[in-house]
């Protein structure tokens, strides 16, 4: 088997039957037993497999060296301004859900009552017969409102930073996964002012609220008609939904990345290769000069538009490129090839990581190829606030089943950009969320109570405070205003790292492969396969691995941590954890 395509979970290896992972003479009879086998393995067993079959001769996975790349981490810390922005959207956002909940009650006589879902408010229908998830779709729309202000609160730090690297000469990459384009299309078709920040922000949540029935239903949730053929209209829901738009226009406005790049650098200095096929950009090529007023205008794009923009990025007409994941992630380069004209330092900014574990690894490629002058300087774009974790742990946690899959480890694929405790999909955090949900709902936190959590749809009746989903409900406490946010997962955090440190303890912390530092001496050791045709051998070695030597004396310790001190004004500190039962110094 020939493929590009990479394996991010078990279910990549079903068609390929020649590898001998289950039939006759396996311990598996179909690749249904050993797809249940293996996942209930998590990522030791993905590595174990992939272990088997390279060992085997059966599997060669090539991946581009990244010995020369180097990383930095830079993080965007809010500032008041910033969690003003981010809190009046998020305190909106609560509100709509609860405007959502009673104009789906108010809209449907008391027999059809019951039947609505406290998450989903399933029983609505549209007026097509076809089912109206309204909760579904306040889960989607919330998540993207989120998602937008994290990248384009952060988008502001990451300019900065761009002003000092060209001013070293350096020429910038920026990858990103959403262009917004869909909120300008809306605006354009709407007939409202496309130039506002404001309109295109709140859109989709407008069309949202537009969208909650105003109308009595019947108890298939079809729409009730007077004597004329008209619907009945719910005043109390027409009121609601008119006070809810009109606080959601007060909104203060943003703007998203896109259109801060352009504005502060300017079509004449920024190269685009995304999906686009029209962008709002500042009708002066430089940009707008520090002029919030300059005037803008709708330019429409091509395919050859983005072929010369490439172009002049690559002979160093423009020194910043931006790409999209889908649009602009495969099949171009934009490192510093010796066959063209710019060959300046590129620095490789990660804005938005994506959604899906091959585009983010992708990515960097695209800065880093062979024939190049100098390998880039990665950069990974971060705001100090847990929704962005919450919503980049998902694809982290493919990245390390994408490793664990192709190369027989689980941070391989990362190439140290991210780690397997970058995510909340991991057996340690299922642990520890485990603990904070049992504590939460015993008030067992001085700075949490449950009544933080109602305005998410929890805790509010019986039937809710029973077990609720951890991906559910971290989707929707991203939402939630700053400061309840970082509390409720600074607590979460802490739950899971005192499982760590607990399973470390233990001796069953999973890390994955590792190397053996200590003195290790071989047991024994047996063959347990040979492959038929290539010879190949799979062993067994019990090894005994002698801990104690890396056990340093604590006066031996102290003494040696008393040398390294960086001023003598100073003595070190001793800590003792009482989970893993450690003393550091």
Not at 223 to 242: Q, R, S
Request: proline share 3%; charged share 20%; net charge neutral.
């Amino acid at each position: 088997y020939v493929s590009a395509s990479g394996s991010t979970g078990l279910e990549n290896l079903a068609y390929m039957t020649r590898l001998g992972l289950w039939g006759p003479g396996t311990p598996y009879d179909g690749v249904h037993k050993f797809m249940d086998e293996f996942e209930n393995a998590g990522l030791s067993g993905m590595e174990a497999i992939t272990a088997h079959i390279k060992a085997a001769g059966l599997m060669v996975c090539r991946q581009l060296s990244l010995a020369e790349v180097t990383y930095e981490e830079l993080t965007h810390v809010m500032t008041v301004k910033d969690e003003e922005l981010f809190d009046a959207y998020t305190k909106t956002l609560i509100e709509i859900a609860r405007v959502a909940r009673e104009c789906a009650s108010k809209a449907v006589n008391k027999n059809t009552i019951k039947r609505l879902h406290y998450r989903g408010w399933r029983s609505l229908r549209a007026d097509n017969g076809q089912g109206q998830n309204y909760g579904a779709i306040y889960g989607s729309v919330s998540k993207r409102m989120v998602d937008t202000l994290i990248v384009s609160i952060k988008t502001a730090t990451m300019i900065h930073d761009m002003h000092k690297a060209l001013g070293r000469g350096e020429a910038i990459v920026i990858q990103l996964q959403n262009t917004f384009e869909a909120e300008l299309n809306r605006a354009i078709a709407s007939g409202a002012a496309y130039e506002s920040d404001q309109y295109q922000a709140t859109s989709e949540i407008v069309r949202f609220v537009q969208g909650l029935p105003d109308y009595q239903v019947d108890a298939n949730g079809r729409a009730l008609l007077d004597a004329n053929g008209k619907t009945i209209p719910v005043i109390e829901n027409i009121h609601a939904k008119n006070a809810m738009l009109e606080r959601i226009r007060a909104l203060p406005s943003f703007m998203r990345p896109l259109e801060q790049l352009f504005a502060e650098f300017g079509t004449s200095r920024v190269a685009e290769l995304t999906g686009r096929t029209r962008r709002l950009v500042p009708l002066n090529s430089l940009g707008n000069q520090g002029d919030p007023s300059a005037p803008m205008t709708i330019e429409q794009r091509s395919d050859n538009d983005r072929r010369q923009d490439w172009r002049a990025f690559m002979a160093d007409q423009k020194q910043i490129i931006v790409f999209s994941n889908d649009a602009g992630g495969t099949g171009l380069d934009y490192h510093a090839s010796l066959s063209h004209r710019n060959q300046r330092l590129r620095r490789h900014m990660i804005l938005q990581v994506g959604h899906r574990a091959d585009q983010a690894v992708q990515g960097p490629g695209r800065s880093h190829r062979s024939a190049q002058k100098q390998a880039p300087v990665v950069v990974v774009v971060r705001l100090d606030l847990p929704a962005e974790k919450v919503y980049t742990s998902a694809v982290v946690a493919r990245m390390a089943s994408l490793g664990a899959l192709s190369q027989g480890h689980r941070a391989a694929s990362a190439n140290g950009l991210f780690s397997t405790l970058d995510t909340y999909n991991s057996s340690h955090a299922i642990a520890g969320w485990e603990k904070f949900m049992s504590k939460l709902k015993s008030n067992q936190y001085p700075d949490l109570k449950t009544e933080d959590f109602a305005m998410l749809g929890y805790f509010d009746n019986a039937e809710q405070a029973g077990y609720t989903s951890k991906t559910d409900f971290m989707k929707r406490a991203a939402t939630l205003p700053i400061a309840i946010q970082r509390a409720a997962f600074n607590a979460l955090d802490e739950e899971i790292n005192n499982h760590i440190m607990i399973q470390i303890g233990q001796g069953r912390f999973d890390t994955g492969p590792e190397t053996m530092r200590d003195p290790v001496t071989v047991l024994t050791q047996e063959t347990i396969y040979e492959h038929p045709y290539t010879a190949a051998r799979i062993m067994v070695s019990r090894l005994a691995c002698d801990v104690t030597a890396s056990i340093a004396k604590f006066h031996e310790a102290y003494q040696s941590a008393t040398f390294m001190r960086p001023n003598d004004n100073e003595m070190p500190r001793v800590f003792f954890n009482q989970a893993a039962a450690d003393v550091w110094i």
